[in-house]
T-cell receptor
């Protein structure tokens, strides 16, 4: 099946620094990718929809200046957490829609810890 | 706004017992999907239901979509330790709309 990769899988950073997370579709093209955030033992919260060649669509309450999204190509979307703070620590997961049954293929996720 | 409620939040069963998780939407859904997330892992697509009253089976797993397309259930017969994980439902309000995830049901299976 389709594979989505994420890099890095884990990152620890100091408060105030910026962190970039990459999401790649490995064997298919994705004009749209989704970025989710998941807190421990909680559900997935959609943060934004990344659109290749145009601006990302952010969900209500998500700061677009804090969570910068760039969909540079048909196989790559990046999420940059700017000026990270401890409350930004979370599990960030991207997904890309497949061709069959409107499914979504999820990346393995990135665990961010901000000290 | 659209919401998808899922119960129970946690379920502990003895291996061999059955397990069911339920999802309910405040509005009619275009379709509903089910995902499984193993501890420390990412969600993996299980199935999609589209038609009113649809029932689909995958080995010991039975998925149902309600007649009104507002609720759905996942039933596992004779659970095994490999069934451990969190099961999420996710519904769409429209065919191309975003997915709204339920909070998930965390299943623990005691050997």
């Amino acid at each position: 099946g389709a594979v989505v990769s994420q890099h890095p899988s884990r990152v620890i950073c100091k408060s105030g620094t910026s962190v970039k997370i990459e999401c790649r579709s490995l064997d298919f093209q994705a004009t749209t990718m989704f970025w989710y955030r998941q807190f421990p033992k909680k559900s997935l919260m959609l943060m934004a929809t990344s659109n290749e060649g145009s601006k990302a669509t952010y969900e209500q309450g998500v700061e677009k200046d804090k969570f910068l999204i760039n969909h540079a190509s048909l196989t790559l979307s990046t999420l940059t957490v700017t000026s990270a703070h401890p409350e930004d620590s979370s599990f960030y997961i991207c997904s890309a829609p497949g061709l069959v049954q409107e499914t979504q293929y999820f990346g393995p996720g990135t665990r961010l810890l901000v000290l | 706004g659209q919401q998808v409620m899922q119960i129970p939040q946690y379920q502990h069963v003895q291996e061999g017992e059955d397990f069911t998780t339920y999802c309910n939407s405040s509005t009619t859904l275009s379709n509903i999907q089910w995902y499984k997330q193993r501890p420390g892992g990412h969600p993996v697509f299980l199935i999609q239901l589209v038609k009113s009253g649809e029932v689909k089976k995958q080995k010991r797993l039975t998925f149902q979509f309600g007649e009104a397309k507002k609720n759905s259930s996942l039933h596992i017969t004779a659970t095994q330790t490999t069934d451990v994980g969190t099961y999420f439902c996710a519904g769409r309000g429209s065919t191309l709309g975003r997915l709204y995830f339920g909070r998930g049901t965390q299943l623990t299976v005691w050997p």
